[in-house]
Structure formats: structure tokens, C-alpha cells
């Protein structure tokens, strides 16, 4: 398939010339300058971030998108109120990245427009606050990190725990060698998801304008009752999704480790057999050499919780052996249990005594403040769009090794592909829907 080039990408949209003339252009931010922003996606989380940076004294949200407009009562009527301004409402993200008084998007939508959403507003010559998971395959990851640089952009990934003090404690902690040499890390990530009803499409709902919300992705017959997050089509998989923050809290933890040298899958779907293709149990070796980290997870286990919010916003640790979200760090002299999202940490030592800990709180304002900084230093973020890159990279690989059988897959950093199965190689990329293709040269 032929990809678009820039040019192209840009044909449909509103106002051309605006969005070529932003491409060449940089802001100067003063101090008491709004940073103005565009919010595309307004699920749960985009609505959140909607809210949140509307809230802010430095900011203000000029532009709420979602293919859906049934989602735009909520999101508006949050933001009108903490703003004291009424936002525009659109269907076509191109709106918002054709105004050139608009200075960022924020991309909270499913999976699959991650990526093109993404480089789009690179391109455009907008900063971009990008929710997890960053990609939805690694080749298109990749793209995301060469718009970003390309275009001298700001992308931050909305894995908020990297900007938490609690977070850089441990690391100096591990850093200062009181754990001795790490050689295991274990990545938890235990939920309990329902089944999803198997039924017939149904017409598309007045309002929903679901060629838009397919972009890249084929567009499969509607129906609401298959979960997007359960597709491949459109989602690197519930426990990705989730996930991807303790794994990039590991790497993070462990000096930012860049990338494994092979991996291994096991699990598959064994409990929720709803025909569903995505695992429902995963459990996957990544081998850095003499270091490994594992990750163990899955969709039904009802003991296993979530840190609860009332325990990570005060001095409280969670209940660490059905805590479903942590992460261990095994070293020659001491272990580490570490929560995310505000869960604090623990250390024991060789002797099984506690040796030291910390209480956590969450850092969703750290994390915008630190992008808000960014934008006007031009400064790397706390979750740079490497970093995501890199994250989010595990769950692929993760993902790949299942769908060719769970075999044992070796890892070339320098062409980020397989040496040792072709097969797998053909997962690194998806096929695009036109006129919604990421090229080759962003």
C-alpha cells in the first residue's frame, strides 16, 4: 500500500495554509501565557485530562473532539465550568490542528489512533500530550519518536508516575547499591475483567461518525458489545493497557534499561473464552542479559486489587501480596515492593527485616506541570515519547511471541525486528487504512 506523504495527510483538512505555516514555527512562551490545547478523544481519561488542564490558570481548552458526539456534554460542561469558557466542539481532529493559536493536543483516544494522531500534530507543529499505551505496533512507535524529533516537538506520554518523588526516591535507593546487583524484576498486572456478549452489528448511532473513529484501523461491522480494547484491530490488549505502567516503572527503576535481548510468551486465553483473541493470561520472560524481568498477568483474578485511592493519597502502603499492580525488584542484598499510582515502597532486607520505605501519592499534576515546563524550555519530558517507545515495546513483544505460538523470539535493537522468525516480524507493522496511513518518512 502506498503510504501519504505530508502533503497529503493534510489535503482534507480545514485551512492548509494555517497548518503549513505552523509547521516552521516555534512559540515563545512567557511566563503568564495560556498554553492553548485541543483534546481529542473524550472517554474517561481524555475527559479527566480535559478537566484537569482546563483547571489550570496556565492553560486553557479551545477545542474538544470525538468522532462521537454523544461524548460532548460531559467534557464540555466540565470544562465550561472550571474555565469560565465555552470550548469548540468538532468532530474532525483536523480542526483543531488547522488553528494556529492552538499549542497542543492531547490524544486520549483508543489505541489505534495513538500513532497517527500523533505524528499528525508533530507535523502540524503542535506539542502533544499522548496517553498510554504510546502505540499501537512498534514500527509505528518508532515513527512517533522520529515526528517528535523531526519537528523539534514535546511529546509526553501520560505515564504519570514517572514524574512522582516517590518514584525518583527509589530509583536513587536502587542507584545507591543497597539492594546489592539486581538480577530479577517482577511486573504484576492481576484484574478481573467480565465477559463480552457475542452479538450481531448493529447501525451505526446518529452522531457517531465511525469511519472517523476507525482511521487506521479496518472498519469492522459496529457493534458496541465487542470491546474495542479486546481487538488487535484496535488495541494492544487490555493487560497492555494496563500494564505498561508498571513495565515502564521497572525500566525505569533499573536506569531506563533500552531493550531485551529476546523474549518469551506463555498463556493465552484460558478463562474468559468469549471469542476473544486477545490473552486473557499472560505470562512473559524478557532477558537482558544477566538481568531478567518477568511479567505476570491476567483477567480473572478477583483477589487481586488495585491500590485503592483513599490508601495512595495518604501514609498508608498497600496489602503487598494481593496488591495487583506492583512491582519487585530482587537484589543480591536486599527487595524491593513498589506500587504505582501513589503506593509508596518498601524495602527488606537480607535478613527479612524492613529496612526502609516511603510513602507515595499520585502525580498526575507533577506530570502536567513537568510538560507545561517542557513546553516552554523545549526540554525532554519526564515520559519523553522514547521512553513510551521503549515501554510500551515489551507489550508488543510480549503480543508477538503469543500470536506465533509463544516461541522464543530474539531482538535486534538497531532494526527493532526478529532475527530468528520471520513470522513474528510480520506484527512489528499493521496495514492502513487509506487515506489513514503513517508513511515511511514522516
Not at 332 to 359: D, I
Request: overall charge positive; hydrophobic content about 35%; charged content about 25%.
Amino acid at each position: 500500500m502506498k503510504s501519504l506523504n505530508r502533503r497529503e495527510f493534510m489535503k482534507g483538512s480545514i485551512g492548509t495554509a494555517a497548518t503549513f505555516a505552523a509547521l516552521s514555527q516555534g512559540k515563545a512562551y512567557a511566563a503568564n501565557n495560556k498554553v492553548v490545547m485541543g483534546v481529542m478523544g473524550l472517554g474517561g481519561r481524555g475527559t479527566f485530562l480535559a478537566e484537569k488542564f482546563a483547571q489550570r490558570p496556565d492553560t486553557e481548552i479551545a477545542y474538544l473532539c470525538d468522532a462521537n458526539t454523544r461524548r460532548f456534554a460531559r467534557a464540555r460542561e466540565a470544562v465550561e465550568e472550571a474555565q469560565n469558557r465555552k470550548p469548540k466542539l468538532v468532530q474532525d481532529f483536523r480542526r483543531i490542528l488547522d488553528d494556529r493559536n492552538v499549542d497542543v493536543l492531547i490524544n486520549a483516544t483508543p489505541d489505534h489512533w495513538h500513532g497517527l494522531g500523533t505524528i499528525m500534530a508533530c507535523q502540524a507543529g503542535k506539542d502533544v500530550f499522548v496517553e498510554k499505551p504510546l502505540a499501537h505496533n512498534i514500527w509505528e512507535g518508532r515513527k512517533m519518536v522520529e515526528a517528535a524529533r523531526k519537528y523539534k516537538r514535546v511529546v509526553q506520554v501520560g505515564m504519570q508516575s514517572r514524574s512522582a518523588p516517590y518514584v525518583h526516591k527509589a530509583r536513587q535507593y536502587i542507584q545507591s547499591g543497597k539492594l546489592g546487583d539486581v538480577y530479577l524484576v517482577r511486573v504484576f498486572n492481576m484484574m478481573q475483567h467480565r465477559m463480552q456478549k457475542d452479538s450481531p452489528g448493529q447501525p451505526v448511532p446518529e452522531g457517531f461518525d465511525y469511519d472517523m473513529w476507525c482511521g487506521p484501523a479496518p472498519k469492522r461491522p459496529y457493534n458496541p458489545s465487542r470491546r474495542w480494547i479486546n481487538q488487535w484491530e484496535y488495541s494492544c490488549g487490555p493487560i497492555a493497557g494496563d500494564a505498561v505502567h508498571q513495565l515502564d516503572l521497572a525500566r525505569y527503576l533499573i536506569n531506563d534499561i533500552p531493550y531485551p535481548k529476546t523474549v518469551s510468551h506463555a498463556g493465552g486465553v484460558n478463562s474468559l473464552r468469549d471469542g476473544r483473541e486477545i490473552p486473557d493470561t499472560q505470562l512473559a520472560t524478557f532477558e537482558y542479559g544477566r538481568l531478567t524481568l518477568l511479567m505476570e498477568a491476567a483477567l480473572w483474578t478477583p483477589y487481586m486489587k488495585k491500590t485503592p485511592s483513599g490508601i495512595r493519597e495518604s501514609d498508608q502502603f498497600p496489602n503487598w501480596p494481593f496488591s495487583s499492580t506492583k512491582v519487585e525488584i530482587l537484589g543480591t542484598e536486599g527487595f524491593m515492593y513498589f506500587g504505582r499510582h501513589g503506593g509508596g515502597w518498601e524495602v527488606y532486607n537480607a535478613q527479612g527485616e524492613l529496612a526502609h520505605s516511603e510513602y507515595g501519592r499520585q502525580a498526575d499534576k507533577e506530570h502536567q506541570d513537568n510538560f507545561l515546563d517542557c513546553i516552554r524550555t523545549r526540554r525532554r519530558p519526564n515520559a519523553d515519547v522514547e521512553m513510551g517507545h521503549l515501554s510500551v515495546l515489551l507489550c508488543h513483544l510480549a503480543n508477538i511471541s503469543y500470536r506465533v505460538g509463544n516461541q522464543r523470539l530474539v531482538f535486534d535493537p538497531q532494526t527493532e525486528s526478529f532475527t530468528n522468525c520471520d513470522q513474528a516480524n510480520k506484527y512489528l507493522k499493521r496495514k492502513y487504512r487509506r487515506p489513514w496511513v503513517v508513511p515511511d518518512k514522516v
